[in-house]
């Protein structure tokens, strides 16, 4: 009977794992190679796979601050940008771009195509999965490279690492939250709230967990709506893994369990500087495309609410170092001293 049922599951996961791998596929034949740079990548670089849209002024501060963490190249979807994207791209010898002008939505909001590209180009890659807003700290950074964190987590025979999302802000309102490019995002947003989060196991293993500015702001009679904050931005990609929707769902299920049964991992912070005044005009564009989740709910919101400020004293606190996020319990070194 255990026999039986043992090779019950894995016919049902074969099917499942080949779903995905259609899905991703299909949805990576909407993708043009545009610059091809991948013949640089070797066998033990770490790889940075995103997705984007009008995001060019990031990209300098982006790029230089995952290159100083061990980043060796870079492999971007732009999904139609209109900004001059790919003038700045063709000037960096460590980015690979495809282009597609396809549905953002219907391509699960940008992750069957990373997925694809995931899967032809990184297998047996750690790879850093994030958003250009999105920037990773995780415990000892000041002295310890990506390389060694990723050396760590494979002796620990971990697939990857989890984090918490802090949507970071400045003190004034939204509007005086200017970020030029090239400019280091921890100058203008250097705020994010010290506690306030909220955690409840879900289904798969994993931890969904809300909190912050944006559920104090705008969804603070809505709270299940907020957005979730638990990511798997680190991760070492096998054939078989996929992302469900965002980075905040993996498959297999085991990928969501944050932590070890009966110990603590390893875990980092994934700083969001999505709050900055460019959100204003994003918002507006976004509430009309209809290409993200809900159809732009989120965006809605940032357009309803008028002088945004995020700052709140006693709440708000100001980010200094990596082992302030430990002192304050929103990270963990776990096993790694």
Known sequence: MKLLKKISKEISDFYLYFRLFLEDRLAGRSLTLVQDRLGAIRKRDILLVSCLRN????????????????VSHFLFVDNDSTDGFMDWAGTQEDVTVWHTAAS??????GMLWLNDILRRHCRGHW??????????????METRSLAALTQFLDEEKRPCMHTLM?????????EESL??????????????????YLQVPSWGHSTWIRGGPRLRVHFAENPDEAPALNKVPLIKWRFHYHYNMSMHDARPFYLNRAHRIGNVSTSGVLFHFKMVSSLI????????????????REYDRYLAAEQVSFYEPGISCRYERPGQLVALGLMSPGQWF
């Open 55 to 70: 995001e060019r002024f990031r990209m300098p501060a982006f790029v230089d601050y995952y290159r100083k963490l061990g």
């Open 127 to 140: 790879c850093v999965v994030v958003d250009p807003d999105e920037f990773l700290v995780y415990p000892y």
């Open 104 to 109: 953002y939505r219907d391509a699960k909001f």
């Open 281 to 296: 005009a994003k918002a507006e564009e976004e509430s009309q495309r209809k290409e993200h989740y809900a159809d732009g």
């Open 166 to 174: 802090l949507d970071a802000y400045g003190k004034g309102p939204l």
């Open 179 to 196: 970020l030029a490019e090239g400019q280091d995002p921890f100058e203008v947003c250097p705020y994010f709230d010290k506690d306030g």
